[in-house]
Structures are given as C-alpha cells and as structure tokens.
C-alpha cells in the first residue's frame, strides 16, 4: 500500500533523475512576477514557502497591486507596469505570469525569448494556435515551463494515480465525469465602493491588450474579467474545467480529443457579461473514453460540489481538492479507500526543475492540450454544433 508522501519528499521525488544546471542545484532563484493581483499574491507566498528565492522585480498595471505585492515580497523591489522591463533585467532567472488570459501569449513568449523559465498561469491560452507560439518558444530557448493546473503536484493525486490508475486497479475507464457548481464568488462579484472612477495609478489600456475592442474604463470588466470572452476563456472552462480535464490527460494518457459537443447559456442575471453560467460539455477521446463536464451558479451550496469521477471497470475513483475515495467493484462500494488532502506544491515542484533542468510536471505541451480541450468546447458552445478536432491543433512530442 503507498502511503502519503510528505512535502519534502514530493519535492525530492519530483527530481530525481534530472540533469544539472549551469548554476549549482543549491543556487537561489531570483524571480520576477507580472500579474500582481490575488492569484499573483498566492503563488509568491507558495515560492515563499518553497525557500531558496529571491524577488527581485514586480509588474501589475495597477499600481496598488504591485505595492501589495512588494509586501508579500519581503524585501525591496523593483516595482513597474512595463513587463519589458522586468524582462531586460539580467538578474532575473524565472518569472511568473498571472495576468488575464488575453495577455498569456505575448508576455509568456517574450519572457522566454528572454531566457527566463516560467511558470504561467492556467489556461495557458486564449486561442487554440497560441499554444504552438508558446511551445516553440521553450523549446527554442531551452526554457523550463510550468502551466498552472497544480493537481499534478498534488501528493494524494500523485499517490492515488500510483495505487489505482498506474497498477491497472481501476480496470478499462469509459467515462469520467467532472462537476464544479456554485463559484457565484467567482463569477459575480461586485466591484469595491469607490472605484467608478478609473484610479490614476491602474493602465486600463494594459488590460486590454489583445482583446478585440478597447472598452472605457468599467469597474466590473476590471475586478471580474471572467465573464467576458475578450479577456478570459471562459470561467467556467478555462478557469475550472481546465483544471479537471487536465487531471484526465495525466490519468488516462490522453491528449487531443476526438470531438466536443457543449451547451449552455446564460441563465442569471445577464447584465453585461457574455460568457455561459450553465455548461455542459461532452469530450470524446481515442479508446471510446468520453469525458463530461458540468457547471453552473444557480447552486449555492459549496459542499460536495467539485468532483472528478473516474469509472472503471475494476471501480470508481472520486478525486479533486479534498482528497479521494476509491470504491472497488468487487465489493460494491462498501469498501471504501480514502486518502486525504495534501498542499499545493506546484510553484515548489518547478522552482526544482529551474535548477535541475528536469520537465516541470505540467509543461508547455500538457498546458496546450488542456487549455485545448476548453477551446474546443468553446467553439463548439458558441456555434452550436459538434465540433472535430483539427490536425492544426496538434503539437508534436519533443
């Protein structure tokens, strides 16, 4: 029986057989950020936590989120709106990039054509042919990538595809299911008092690079730019549905699905938001395997209401955040093993592939195909039909 793997041993395991870098294994990283908000707060504290680090410069188009930012930082800063210039400095080896999903592309090329690894936040995407831009780029420069769907440096997700994927456990899996409701936090929530007027220290132009029509400054667009399609694939897909299918892809050694039907529609309040609040989607992948996914804000309740269910032949494995449960067949169900939850290691998992030079545990072409899957199903939302997958879209194996 595996057991849980602490955090010091994830991190040892993560990179074991890895090459050796022109900087010593025991070099500190010295890190830059772009994109300084909350998300852009969380993985600094995570690289914190990691040790080992230094910060050395901080861009956000908002002045007040990079003066938080330097907090978290601990130290003295170079603060900028100017991701270029983060990039020029020489005395920055890696960088992360949290912005909005209109911006992912040309700041994550330009930091690698800069020499910088990178850790970029999920879905790694806009467009499904950004994806080849992005993975060339590593590829050329020799950069070590991470995209940031930490289910992969999760132990207990490690330590549950070990006990029942790996060993054939679980049997022939035909279905899995993925569920995420409620998120009315994330999808709605309502600008702070005072901010009707544009602050002088925030680049609204910045923003909304990229997107197919530049918008006076409106407070909503700013604080919650997942419900529209100019800044985000989707909240529902790209911001959640990311996450699970590519749990699937690493499970079931999948990639590119065969086809995607998805429906849906806007269902509260419409305000002035134009991506779905109700989704559900259906992936088909090679080997009959058929991939769904639902997610809507009507339900409000925040218990049981994340889910990946994989269905085998051999029993069924319920996993996400909260840990696990596998119910053999043989048994019915009564038998139940669980495995608990475990922290998020994702940002300490490629902080030891800067140094070793060891493939990050989700790359840049599993940051493709994941944020692929959001795309087709996108696509084939928005035109109402079933949608196949194009050989255009494919990445080939380095």
């Known amino acids: 029986m595996t057991t849980h793997l602490s955090r010091r041993g994830f991190v040892t395991a993560a990179t074991a057989l890895s090459t050796s870098r022109v900087h010593g294994a025991n070099d500190r990283i010295r890190l830059g950020i772009v994109g300084a908000g909350n998300r852009g707060r969380y993985l600094m504290n995570l690289a914190n936590q990691a040790g080992n680090i230094q910060w050395v410069a901080i861009c956000d188009a908002y002045d007040e989120q990079a ?97 029942f994927i790996d060993t054939g456990r679980i049997g022939r899996i035909t279905m899995v299911r993925s569920i995420w409701n409620g998120n009315l936090a994330y999808r709605n929530a309502p600008p702070p008092k005072g901010m009707e007027t544009k602050p002088a220290g925030l680049d609204w132009e910045a923003c909304q690079r990229n997107a197919s029509r530049q918008y006076l400054w409106q407070p909503k667009r700013y604080f919650n730019h997942y419900v529209y399609w100019d800044y985000s694939t989707n909240a529902q897909m790209g911001g959640l549905f990311v996450h ?73 494995l319920n996993i996400f955040r909260y840990g696990y449960k596998f119910y053999p067949s043989e048994t019915r169900g009564k038998d139940v093993i669980a495995g608990g939850t475990t922290p998020d290691l994702h940002v300490a998992n490629w902080l030891e592939c800067v140094r070793t030079r060891k493939k990050a545990a989700c790359d840049e072409l599993a940051g493709h195909y994941s944020a692929m899957a959001c795309h087709i199903c996108n696509i084939a939302y928005l035109e109402r039909r079933r949608v196949q997958w194009r050989k255009e879209w494919d990445i080939a194996q380095a």
Request: aromatic residues 8%; charged residues 25%; contains cysteine.
């Open 244 to 316: 699970m299918v590519d749990v699937v892809h690493w499970f079931c050694k999948v990639t590119a699905p065969l086809a995607a039907d998805c429906f849906g529609g806007i269902s509260l309040a419409q305000e002035d938001r134009d991506t779905a609040d109700n989704i559900n989607a259906i992936l088909e992948y090679p080997g009959k395997l058929f991939v769904t996914f639902e997610a809507n804000v009507t339900d409000v309740i925040q218990r049981e209401n994340a889910d990946i269910v994989f269905m085998g032949t051999g029993g069924r």
């Open 67 to 163: 003066a938080r930012s330097a907090k978290v930082a601990g130290v003295d800063v170079e603060r900028t709106n100017g991701y270029r210039r983060l990039l020029d400095r020489k005395d920055i080896d890696a960088v992360i990039v949290a912005t909005w999903d209109n911006t992912h592309c040309e700041i994550a090329t330009a930091a690698l054509q800069a020499g910088k690894d990178l850790y970029i936040e999920k879905p790694m995407t806009l467009h499904p042919m950004e994806g080849h831009t992005i993975v060339k780029a590593a590829r050329d420069n020799k950069r070590i990538l991470q995209t940031g769907t930490q289910q992969r440096s999760y132990p207990h997700f490690i330590e549950a595809k070990e006990r």
